[in-house]
């Protein structure tokens, strides 16, 4: 008797899921892809779980990113034209602005590719970020450039840098 009680309750918590889910807009077309996605996330975050526990300090992180940022910075640095140099400092006083409202209190230093063909921004562990000419020419207004560095930033809030490097 309490089988039967226990298979009655399950299957009406089932259909009611079934119903609350139904009533709900779902934009998505059914298929396989929801649960990729379902596994494929699942499988992320297990990875990250040993980081989490596991996490390097900030003094470490800063030292991987610096050593990191120096082959970015010194493949580039002979070549530096005033308006090249003048860009940096408008990308760097930017960013500055933007890193004092980061969670996280490191050393951020914000550098300048000017490479038209590098139509990107990324983020190295311990604070620094490097944008691109080409994304900068893409851009109307500072607006757009302080949330590419506000999203680079965020990368280095949330550990996402760290977490690959230790990784």
């Known amino acids: 008797m309490k089988r039967w009680i226990a ?12 119903v609350v889910s139904e009533r ?11 649960m990729l996605y379902l596994i494929a996330d699942t499988e992320q975050e297990l990875t990250r779980m040993p980081v ?7 003094e470490e992180e800063v030292a991987i990113g610096n050593q990191l940022a120096k082959m970015y910075v010194s493949q580039r640095e002979d ?9 940096e400092n408008y990308v760097s006083k930017l960013g500055a602005q933007l890193a004092t409202h980061a969670h996280r209190k490191l050393p951020y ?6 490479d038209d063909g590098f139509l990107n921004a990324f983020a ?14 893409l851009m109307d207004s500072e607006d757009e450039l302080a949330a590419v560095i506000g999203h680079e930033i965020e990368h280095i809030d949330h550990y996402h840098c760290a977490d690959r490097a230790q990784r």
């Open 7 to 18: 298979l009655s309750i399950i299957l009406l918590l089932g259909i009611a899921a079934i």
């Open 24 to 34: 709900g807009k779902v934009d998505v077309a059914p298929s396989p892809a929801a």
């Open 52 to 58: 989490n526990f596991t996490r390097m300090s900030d």
């Open 79 to 87: 070549k530096k034209d005033p308006q090249t140099v003048e860009i």
């Open 109 to 114: 230093q914000f550098h300048y590719i000017p």
């Open 124 to 137: 190295l562990p311990g604070g620094h970020v490097f944008v691109g000419s080409g994304l900068m020419s």
